[in-house]
């Protein structure tokens, strides 16, 4: 699942100039406001992928996370191969920013002296004026299938930006084939790849062992489901 960010990453990258040849250290950046708390499912669907990407790109490279306030890294244990660094906003009032807006008109201003290759735009917008190859993670359209259930400020945002950042990034994804044929009919955009939630260890059955002290701390003794 990492390999198709990493995939899609390099040949972002390839679309601008002076990039890394293939297997060259990359200098990723990331929208972080997908790991402000609480985590909902997109943030742990980046973390995840983040975790893989730790794994994958090339030694030397490094990430660069952009939040509006401190966040938690998503890999807590780094392999080495790869630095990854934390750039929180250093202006208070900044940091009070709704959070798109943060994304689009602050994160630049943050990004720019870090001399990216490529920015994952993995909470669906671009960084307003970054000249930098981009990576868009699109994970649902709730804003034409379903716009009720978002909140005014998100409904807007999603209806004024969106469309443009979609067409303008150099490599779009999805977390699904229904979200990749929905961006097809409803904008006309093409996504490159669909990369799919990955599920951390923490997600697997436990062993027989573990299953066991459970029912016996609870006195399951079955059947049940």
């Given at each position: 699942?990492?390999?198709?960010?990493?995939?899609?990453?390099?040949?972002?990258?390839?679309?601008?100039?002076?990039?890394?040849?293939?297997?060259?250290?990359?200098?990723?950046?990331?929208?972080?406001?997908?790991?402000?708390?609480?985590?909902?499912?997109?943030?742990?669907?980046v973390a995840e992928l983040c975790?893989?990407?730790?794994?994958?790109?090339?030694?030397?490279?490094?990430?660069?996370?952009?939040?509006?306030?401190?966040?938690?890294?998503?890999?807590?244990?780094?392999?080495?191969?790869?630095?990854?660094?934390?750039?929180?906003?250093?202006?208070?009032?900044?940091?009070?920013?709704?959070?798109?807006?943060?994304?689009?008109?602050?994160?630049?201003?943050?990004?720019?002296?870090?001399?990216?290759?490529?920015?994952?735009?993995?909470?669906?917008?671009?960084?307003?004026?970054?000249?930098?190859?981009?990576?868009?993670?699109?994970?649902?359209?709730?804003?034409?299938?379903?716009?009720?259930?978002?909140?005014?400020?998100?409904?807007?945002?999603?209806?004024?930006?969106?469309?443009?950042?979609?067409?303008?990034?150099?490599?779009?994804?999805?977390?699904?084939?229904?979200?990749?044929?929905?961006?097809?009919?409803?904008?006309?955009?093409?996504?490159?790849?669909?990369?799919?939630?990955a599920a951390g260890p923490e997600?697997?059955?436990?062993?027989?062992?573990?299953?066991?002290?459970?029912?016996?701390?609870?006195?399951?003794?079955?059947?049940?489901?």
């Amino acid at each position: 699942m990492s390999g198709g960010v990493l995939d899609a990453a390099e040949a972002a990258a390839d679309a601008g100039s002076g990039t890394p040849p293939p297997g060259r250290p990359l200098r990723v950046g990331l929208d972080g406001r997908a790991l402000e708390p609480p985590r909902t499912g997109v943030g742990r669907y980046v973390a995840e992928l983040c975790r893989g990407l730790d794994a994958v790109l090339p030694a030397g490279s490094e990430v660069f996370v952009y939040a509006r306030r401190p966040v938690e890294l998503p890999v807590a244990d780094p392999s080495g191969r790869v630095a990854w660094r934390l750039r929180a906003e250093p202006v208070a009032p900044f940091g009070r920013l709704p959070a798109t807006l943060w994304t689009r008109y602050r994160a630049p201003v943050l990004a720019r002296p870090d001399r990216l290759d490529v920015f994952w735009a993995c909470a669906a917008f671009l960084p307003a004026g970054l000249r930098v190859p981009a990576v868009l993670t699109v994970h649902d359209l709730l804003y034409r299938v379903a716009p009720e259930t978002m909140t005014r400020g998100a409904r807007l945002a999603f209806r004024r930006w969106f469309p443009a950042d979609a067409r303008r990034a150099e490599v779009v994804l999805t977390n699904s084939a229904g979200t990749a044929e929905r961006l097809r009919a409803l904008l006309g955009v093409h996504a490159h790849a669909v990369v799919r939630p990955a599920a951390g260890p923490e997600f697997r059955p436990p062993d027989a062992a573990a299953r066991r002290r459970v029912r016996e701390r609870y006195g399951l003794d079955g059947p049940y489901f």
